[in-house]
Nanobody, 117 residues
Framework: QVQLVESGGGLVEPGGSLRLSCAASESISNIYNMGWYRQAPGKQRELVAKITNAGSINYADSVKGRFTISRDNAKNTVYLQMNSLKSEDTATYYC???????????WGQGTQVTVSS
């Protein structure tokens, strides 16, 4: 069964906005960190943003001021609000969840974001 379910990707024009959502299955326990990574063709997978269950946030420099990550701990759901989208943001976006004290790493199947006029 899929344990991280992503939604919200699609095609948007430059300057537009999208909101990605990722819901973790109830079977995943002890999540301390959730985040978003992205990978464009021919490029390395890179961290976009991450947030702990205490609310500490990190962003990639390339998205600061444009993207906002948030989390609903009760629902084990993480969101990524993407504004002022650029063609360079085109990539497959992957949701990630990490657990403690046993460190496990979960990944979603990816959702495609395409920014094009």
């Amino acid at each position: 069964q899929v344990q991280l379910v992503e939604s919200g990707g699609g095609l948007v024009e430059p300057g537009g906005s999208l909101r990605l959502s990722c819901a973790a299955s109830e079977s995943i326990s002890n999540i301390y960190n959730m985040g978003w990574y992205r990978q464009a063709p021919g490029k390395q997978r890179e961290l976009v943003a991450k947030i702990t269950n205490a609310g500490s946030i990190n962003y990639a420099d390339s998205v600061k001021g444009r993207f906002t990550i948030s989390r609903d701990n009760a629902k084990n759901t993480v969101y990524l609000q993407m504004n002022s989208l650029k063609s360079e943001d085109t990539a497959t976006y992957y949701c990630n969840a990490k657990t403690l004290p046993v460190l496990r790493d979960y990944w979603g199947q990816g959702t495609q974001v395409t920014v094009s006029s």
